[in-house]
T-cell receptor
Framework: KAGVTQTPRYLIKTRGQQVTLSCSPISGHRSVSWYQQTPGQGLQFLFEYFSETQRNKGNFPGRFSGRQFSNSRSEMNVSTLELGDSALYLC????????????FGQGTRLTVV | EDQVTQSPEALRLQEGESSSLNCSYTVSGLRGLFWYRQDPGKGPEFLFT???AGEEKEKERLKATLTKKESFLHITAPKPEDSATYLCAVVTGNQFYFGTGTSLTVIP
């Protein structure tokens, strides 16, 4: 059974640019959540998508957005990148809701220079 | 305000020296508590889910327990390969709240 796949694994961008990260959940899972992980703040919830609809959103600025496609694959977009956006971005998939086990991908390491 | 606190922040154990990690929480409407293990540069790996006070789960050298205010992850006779950061998370409503983790180092 394939796990959660995130692409790319590593990314270097310049301040002001925008970036799109991709997440393919476990087959059959309909919920995809995104997290930002930094050494100082730990794991912080960005948003959750379920059946192509954003169901929950964390306390991040509008520069952070996402979407989910009919095959449950999800993308996250960050516009006007800032140095502070450098982090490990993790995607997690769940069967249906966030009350069930979430399985994480390996993450995308984003460095903003 | 919903909050999850893990202690200690870091723990060094000799191989075979058993200990416990703590996750305390103050949330309304707990739907579940999760334990994850995270190795450097990798995503968290799911370990356990606990749903109600009194519940216990075991896997190899790990045992997780849950009360109304906290959860413990007991590590019995740890080995160097158990070295990792252990994260707990609670689900309330539809959101996960993660603690900042306990970094465990097991010395041979």
């Amino acid at each position: 059974k394939a796990g959660v796949t995130q692409t790319p694994r590593y990314l270097i961008k310049t301040r002001g640019q925008q970036v799109t990260l991709s997440c393919s959940p476990i087959s059959g899972h309909r919920s995809v959540s995104w997290y930002q992980q930094t050494p100082g703040q730990g794991l912080q919830f960005l948003f959750e998508y379920f059946s192509e609809t954003q169901r929950n959103k964390g306390n991040f600025p509008g520069r952070f957005s996402g979407r989910q496609f009919s095959n449950s694959r999800s993308e996250m977009n960050v516009s006007t990148l800032e140095l502070g956006d450098s982090a490990l971005y993790l995607c997690a998939s769940s069967l249906d809701s966030q009350g069930t086990e979430a399985f994480f991908g390996q993450g995308t390491r984003l460095t903003v220079v | 305000e919903d909050q999850v606190t893990q202690s200690p922040e870091a723990l060094r154990l000799q191989e075979g020296e058993s200990s416990s990690l703590n996750c305390s929480y103050t949330v309304s409407g707990l739907r579940g508590l999760f334990w994850y293990r995270q190795d450097p540069g990798k995503g968290p790996e799911f370990l356990f889910t606990l749903y109600s006070a009194g519940e216990e789960k075991e896997k190899e050298r790990l045992k997780a327990t849950l009360t109304k205010k906290e959860s413990f992850l007991h590590i019995t006779a740890p080995k160097p390969e158990d070295s990792a950061t252990y994260l707990c998370a609670v689900v309330t409503g539809n959101q996960f709240y993660f603690g900042t983790g306990t970094s465990l180092t097991v010395i041979p």
